[in-house]
């Protein structure tokens, strides 16, 4: 199946919480950003590390961010995504109360909170896991796992382990069985805990790799005790609209459009985001996408662009068109760092921050203020939220589209020209951002004049 391929779908659309309108997130992976152990184990010390994070609060909110993000912060043995207790926050990061005072300092600045939720496997040393490997099949945890005995059930002797199922081969990350009615209930119970205590969200990692059945019936029991909640799968490819309307989810991942946007810029091929953003504009017909162009699972986009002059571009296609924006911590300040499959191949990407903002050097302030300045634009125009586009001129290194949603409209002029281009701009107005030149501004015969790698938005 195609990468976010739209089937012929009846359902309506789903809209989400009304408070997730305004949503654009910052995203922090919390062990890397404290400088947290790489590896943690029984015993392990209280290291009260979330304040660090809490101290970073107010640059989310200068940065224009309306909500802060969380990778995962409960107890696990190594890089988060081993859980080993849902219920608990990494002693690496903090306790509770850590976790409550970030709860409360998020309040505070009107900053909403995403939890990353790790439900479709656990860590070898989650006790449940333990119990099998201890207990063998009479275990009371057995069904919460795909297991096959050797042998059979009935020749288990102690000592002996069984066959997992696993995620995407990795033996140390144990799968659940989402069949089971005990996954379903714990699941549930650990999601509503935490929106008790605060979160107004989650995550769902690998949401791809779980049944849409499995997050239907916990999504129902979730928004029961929490209508509030916003529901977001990571999915990398697949019916994307599918997987929303089947799992009685508000979102998933739009990672066909970030491909598209880096990849477009790398190859001097606009065709390719075109037929992206016509994509995309499905699926806004059906809910709206989580969307980014980094995160802490890829290369940062300051280095995966060949040419750094189209970090703007990129930047300004994920703020003018229809989403929930995320900016990834460091990318505003145009962090380098490069993904590689490897053991220890994520840490370039899941840097240590410094104390405080003013410790990062002076040469990422450009790209921070050019953050807040498209962040701003987009604010003030919170219909882009659901926003639809529509291409106005197509070439190779030039693109003009429209984004419209209900009476407003903006026009997006870019390109990656080494000379200065005219392009065709219907009723393309003042600019709002970039820079550029307006023939005829307001008319069908607008056109727009860039500088050699330019970009502009306009009113429309």
Not at 418 to 424: A, I, S
């Amino acid at each position: 199946m195609g990468w976010g391929s739209i089937a012929a779908m009846t359902t309506s659309r789903t809209d989400g919480p009304e408070w997730v309108r305004d949503a654009l997130w910052w995203h922090v992976y919390p062990l890397g950003f404290v400088g947290a152990e790489q590896r943690s184990g029984p015993g392990q010390p209280v290291r009260h590390r979330l304040g660090h994070l809490a101290g970073w609060l107010d640059h989310a909110v200068r940065l224009g961010a309306s909500g802060l993000a969380l990778g995962p912060v409960f107890a696990s043995t190594t890089h988060g995504y081993d859980t080993v207790d849902h219920l608990r926050i990494d002693p690496r990061l903090g306790d509770d109360g850590d976790f409550d005072a970030l709860v409360a300092g998020c309040r505070e600045r009107g900053l909403r909170l995403l939890l990353d939720g790790v439900f479709n496997h656990v860590g070898r040393e989650y006790p449940a896991f333990r119990a099998v490997l201890e207990q063998g099949p009479a275990a009371p945890t057995a069904p919460w796992f795909r297991l096959r005995w050797p042998g059979g059930p009935d020749a288990w002797r102690r000592g002996t382990e069984p066959d997992h199922d696993d995620f995407e081969g990795h033996s140390q990350l144990v799968a659940l069985d989402h069949a089971s009615p005990a996954i379903v209930d714990h699941v549930t119970e650990v999601m509503c805990h935490w929106l008790d205590r605060g979160a107004d969200g989650w995550r769902l990692d690998a949401a791809y790799a779980v049944p849409t059945a499995f997050w239907a019936r916990v999504a129902d029991r979730v928004r029961a005790r929490h209508p509030g909640a916003y529901l977001m799968g990571e999915v990398i490819h697949g019916d994307y609209a599918r997987l929303v309307a089947d799992g009685h989810l508000d979102a998933v991942t739009q990672y066909e459009l970030w491909k598209a946007i880096w990849s477009s810029l790398n190859d001097a091929n606009f065709f390719e985001l075109d037929a992206a953003l016509g994509r995309h504009a499905g699926h806004l017909a059906h809910f709206t996408p989580y969307t980014f162009v980094g995160n802490h699972d890829v290369t940062r986009i300051a280095s995966r662009l060949r040419d750094e002059r189209h970090l703007a571009h990129a930047l300004v296609v994920l703020l003018t068109t229809g989403g929930t924006p995320a900016v990834y911590a460091g990318d505003e300040h145009a962090f380098r760092g490069i993904k590689e499959d490897r053991a220890g191949g994520d840490d370039a990407v899941r840097p240590p921050f410094p104390a405080g903002p003013e410790e990062l050097s002076e040469l990422g302030l450009p790209t921070y203020r050019l953050h807040q300045e498209l962040i701003g634009l987009r604010r003030r125009h919170r219909w882009l939220h659901t926003a639809r586009t529509a291409t106005l001129h197509l070439a190779n290194e030039q693109l003009v589209y429209e984004a419209v949603a209900g009476d407003g409209r903006l026009v997006v002029a870019l390109s990656l020209s080494d000379r200065p281009v005219e392009l065709p701009s219907a009723r393309a107005g003042e600019v709002l951002a970039g820079a550029a030149d307006v023939l005829a501004p307001g008319t069908d015969g607008a056109r727009v004049r860039l500088a050699a790698h330019g970009w502009a938005v306009l009113a429309g």
